[in-house]
C-alpha cells in the first residue's frame, strides 16, 4: 500500500512538473491580457480605483482616457509576452514593476484600501492577493538561466530533474 501511494505522489509532482510551468503562464496571460483588454476599452471595474491614483500621484499631467488605454495596453504586452518563449526576463521585470505601481493605492489611498488597522478592504485584499502574483512570476523567472552563463538578456530555462519511481 505504502508502495502504490509512493508510485501515485511521483506521479502527480511528475504531471505538476510537467505542466506548472505552461499551467502558469497561460494562467498570467488571461490575467494580465483580460484586465488589460477591459482597461483599454474603459469598462474594468478597476478604473475608478486606477484613475483614482492616477490623480493622486506625480502622472496627473497625462488625462485619464489615454492614462487607462497605455495602461491596459501595458497589461495586455505583460500577457503576451509571458507566452512567448525566452522573455522570461523582460516579462517578469514588467510585471514587478506593474505590482509594485498596482500595491501603490495601498499607501497612497489607504481611505480605499483599508477599513481598519490590519483589516483590508475588498479592494485592499485585491491588490494584496497579487503578492501570489509575484511569487508565481518569481517561480518562473528562477527556472531560467544567469546572464552570465547564457550572455544574453533572453531566457534559458534550466533542465528539470524528472523524478521516477
Do not use: C
Not at 52 to 73: K, V
Not at 91 to 104: N, W
Not at 136 to 149: Q, T
Amino acid at each position: 500500500m505504502e508502495q502504490t501511494i509512493e508510485r501515485f505522489d511521483a506521479r502527480v509532482i511528475n504531471f505538476f512538473r510537467k505542466y506548472s510551468d505552461e499551467f502558469a503562464r497561460f494562467s498570467f496571460f488571461i490575467v494580465f491580457f483580460w484586465f488589460g483588454i477591459l482597461k483599454t476599452f474603459q469598462i474594468s471595474p478597476a478604473g475608478p480605483l486606477v484613475l483614482d491614483l492616477l490623480n493622486n500621484t506625480f502622472l496627473r499631467f497625462i488625462s485619464e482616457s489615454t492614462f487607462m488605454i497605455s495602461f491596459g495596453l501595458f497589461e495586455m504586452l505583460i500577457g503576451v509576452l509571458i507566452l512567448t518563449p525566452r522573455m522570461e526576463r523582460i516579462t517578469f521585470f514588467l510585471m514587478l514593476f506593474h505590482l509594485i505601481t498596482t500595491a501603490m493605492p495601498l499607501w497612497v489611498l489607504p481611505e480605499i484600501t483599508w477599513d481598519s488597522f490590519f483589516a483590508p478592504s475588498l479592494i485592499g485584499q485585491y491588490i494584496i492577493k497579487n503578492l501570489v502574483l509575484l511569487a508565481s512570476g518569481m517561480m518562473l523567472f528562477a527556472r531560467i538561466k544567469p546572464m552570465s552563463e547564457t550572455h544574453t538578456v533572453f531566457g534559458e530555462e534550466e533542465k528539470t530533474i524528472n523524478i521516477n519511481f
